[in-house]
C-alpha cells in the first residue's frame, strides 16, 4: 500500500510556488509562439536561445534548430548583436528581411544594469497590411485612372473635323486653317453668328490637338449669372461664400489642366470679369475665390463670340488688351447663307442622321423643296436648319419632302438680295431676322424658350433679338 506522503507547510508553498512558475512559463511560450509576430531572443552575445514558429515559418527555417546559432547567421540585417552590445533599445527601425521592409523593436534585457538578454520582434502583419494596403492603393489608383478617362471622355468631345459638313469654297478654306491652327497651342477666337457651328471647331480643334485624351472643359459665359462667373472659372475653397460646399470646388480652369478650355459667349464676360480673366490667361496661374493659394494650370483656351468683338472694343465694352489676347487664332465661320450649296449637304445629312435607324425609311427632298432651302436666310444657321428638319420630318408621311412639308416662314423669308446689292445686305437680313422670329413666337404661341428652339437659337440671343428688333410680345 502506497504511504501518503505529508509535507510541511513550507515544502507546501514552495511546491505552490513552483507550480505557479511551470503555469507562468507555459502561459509566456504560449503567448511567444502564439502572437502574430516573429519573436526571437538571444544571448548577451547574440547567440539564440528563443525562436518562435511565426518567425521560422517566414524565414522557412525550423524554429528549435535555430537555437544556439548566432543570430547573424540566421536573420539577415539583424543588430541583435549590436543592441546586446550598447545596451540601447531600437524601436521602430526598419529591416530589410528576404526583400521586404519590415518593422522591428529590439530590446535589451538587463539584470542588474547589465545585459543579459535582446528580445527581438519582427512585425509582419503591419507589413502584410501595408502590402495589402499598397495593393489597395494601387486598385484604388487604377480606378481613378479609369475614372478620370471616362470623365475626360464624357467632358471631352464628340466632334472631329470629319464631322464637319461643307464643301463651299469659304468652308473648306476654314477647315484647313483650323486644322492648322489644332497643331498649335495658340489662342483661337472663332467668330460667327449664332448656330454656325463654333463649338463643332472648337471641340474639332481640341479633337485634333495633341491634347486630344485630355479634358476639354466648356464655359457659357452668357449663361453664367454674372455673381457665378468668377468661382465657375477659377473655383471657390471652403467658406468663400454662404452656400458653398464645405470642401470647396475647382473651376473650369483647374479642370481643363493639360487639356482645352472652350469660352463661349467671350463677349457676355463682364467687364469687371475682364482683367482677372486676362490675368489667368497671361500667368496660367489665379487664385480660387477664398483661396489663398496660386494654382498653375497648363491650358489651352479656345473662345467663341457671336458679337462683333471689334465692335464692342472700339465701343469701350470689350478690353482691347484681352481682345488681342485671346484673338492669336481668328476663324471666322461664315453664316449658312454664305455657304451656297452646302445647306443641303447639311440638310441630306442631317437627314440621314434621323432617319437612320428606321429600317425602309430613305427620305429626300424634291428640287423645290431644296430651292426653298437654298433660299432662305437661316438666321439660326446650321442649329435652325436641324430643327427645321426635325420639325419637318416629323410631320411629312411620304419619302419625299416637298415645300408644303417645310414650314410656312421658310417660304416668306427669302434672301433675295444679288451680291451687287451687300450694302442692303444687313438690312434684308434684320428685317428677315426680324420676321422669323415674330413667326417662331406666334408658333410657339409666345413662349420665348420654345421660340428659341423653333430658330434654334439660345434664348439669352432671343431676349437680345427681340429687345433690339423692339418685337412686341403682346399676341396682334
Ligand atoms: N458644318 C457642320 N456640319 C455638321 N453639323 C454642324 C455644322 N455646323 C453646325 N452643326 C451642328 O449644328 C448645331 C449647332 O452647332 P454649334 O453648337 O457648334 O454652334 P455655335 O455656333 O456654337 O452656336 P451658339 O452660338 O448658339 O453657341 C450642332 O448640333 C452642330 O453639330
Redo the contacts with the bound molecule.
Keep these: 500500500m502506497e504511504k501518503k506522503v505529508k509535507l510541511t507547510s513550507k515544502e507546501r508553498s514552495s511546491s505552490r510556488g513552483l507550480e505557479m512558475a511551470v503555469q507562468q512559463l507555459k502561459a509566456l511560450r504560449l503567448i511567444f509562439e502564439n502572437i502574430h509576430d516573429g519573436a526571437c531572443v538571444t544571448d548577451a552575445e547574440g547567440v539564440i536561445t528563443h525562436f518562435n514558429r511565426p518567425y521560422g515559418r517566414f524565414l522557412g527555417v525550423d524554429p528549435q534548430a535555430q537555437i544556439g546559432r548566432h543570430i547573424t547567421e540566421v536573420v539577415e540585417n539583424t543588430r541583435m548583436h549590436i543592441v546586446a552590445r550598447t545596451g540601447k533599445a531600437e524601436m521602430n527601425e526598419s529591416q530589410s528581411i528576404k526583400g521586404q521592409n519590415m518593422l522591428v523593436q529590439r530590446i535589451p534585457i538587463k539584470e542588474n544594469g547589465r545585459v543579459v538578454a535582446v528580445y527581438g520582434q519582427v512585425i509582419f502583419k503591419d507589413v502584410k497590411d501595408v502590402g495589402k494596403l499598397a495593393q489597395k492603393l494601387s486598385e484604388l489608383e487604377s480606378r481613378v485612372r479609369l475614372y478620370q478617362k471616362e470623365l475626360n471622355s464624357l467632358r471631352s468631345t464628340r ?1 472631329t473635323f470629319e ?4 464643301s463651299s469654297e469659304p ?1 473648306t478654306r476654314l477647315k484647313s486653317e483650323a486644322l492648322k491652327a489644332a497643331s498649335t497651342n495658340l489662342a483661337v477666337l ?1 467668330a ?12 474639332s480643334i481640341h479633337n485634333a490637338s495633341s491634347r486630344r485624351d485630355k479634358p476639354f472643359i466648356r464655359l ?1 459665359c452668357a449663361a453664367i449669372p454674372k455673381d457665378l462667373l468668377e468661382s465657375e472659372l477659377f473655383g471657390y475653397d471652403k467658406g468663400a461664400f454662404t452656400g458653398a460646399k464645405t470642401a470647396g470646388k475647382p473651376g473650369k480652369f483647374e479642370l481643363a489642366h493639360t487639356g482645352s478650355i472652350f469660352l ?2 467671350i463677349g457676355d464676360l463682364p467687364l469687371e470679369m475682364q482683367p482677372k480673366l486676362l490675368r489667368a490667361l497671361e500667368e496660367k496661374e489665379f487664385e480660387r475665390v477664398g483661396g489663398n493659394r496660386m494654382i498653375s494650370s497648363d491650358f489651352r483656351l479656345l473662345a ?1 463670340s ?1 458679337q462683333n468683338l471689334e465692335e464692342m472694343v472700339a465701343k469701350g465694352t470689350f478690353r482691347s488688351d484681352l481682345y488681342y489676347r485671346l484673338n492669336v487664332v481668328p476663324l471666322h ?1 461664315p453664316p449658312l447663307r454664305e455657304r451656297g450649296r ?1 445647306v443641303l449637304l ?1 440638310a441630306d ?2 437627314l440621314q442622321q434621323i432617319v437612320d435607324g428606321t429600317p425602309g425609311r430613305e427620305v429626300t427632298f424634291t428640287p423645290a423643296a431644296e430651292e426653298l432651302l437654298v433660299r432662305h436666310n437661316w438666321p439660326g ?3 435652325e ?2 430643327n427645321v428638319i426635325e420639325r419637318t420630318l416629323a410631320t411629312c408621311e411620304g419619302d419625299r419632302i416637298t415645300p408644303a412639308d417645310l414650314p410656312f416662314y421658310l417660304h416668306r423669308n427669302q434672301l433675295a438680295v444679288s451680291p451687287e446689292q451687300h450694302s442692303l445686305l444687313k438690312d434684308v437680313v434684320a428685317k428677315a431676322e426680324k420676321s422669323a422670329i415674330v413667326d417662331a413666337l406666334k408658333i410657339a404661341e409666345y413662349n420665348k424658350v420654345k421660340a428659341a428652339e423653333i430658330l ?3 434664348r439669352t ?1 432671343l431676349y437680345k433679338k427681340i429687345s433690339r428688333y423692339g418685337i412686341s410680345l403682346i399676341p396682334g
Excluded: C, P
Design positions: 466632334y464631322s464637319i459638313v461643307g468652308m472663332i460667327g453668328e449664332s448656330g454656325t457651328g463654333k463649338e463643332l471647331f472648337a471641340q457659357n463661349d459667349e467663341a457671336n465661320i452646302d447639311l445629312h442631317i444657321n446650321v442649329r436648319l436641324n434654334g437659337i439660345h440671343l
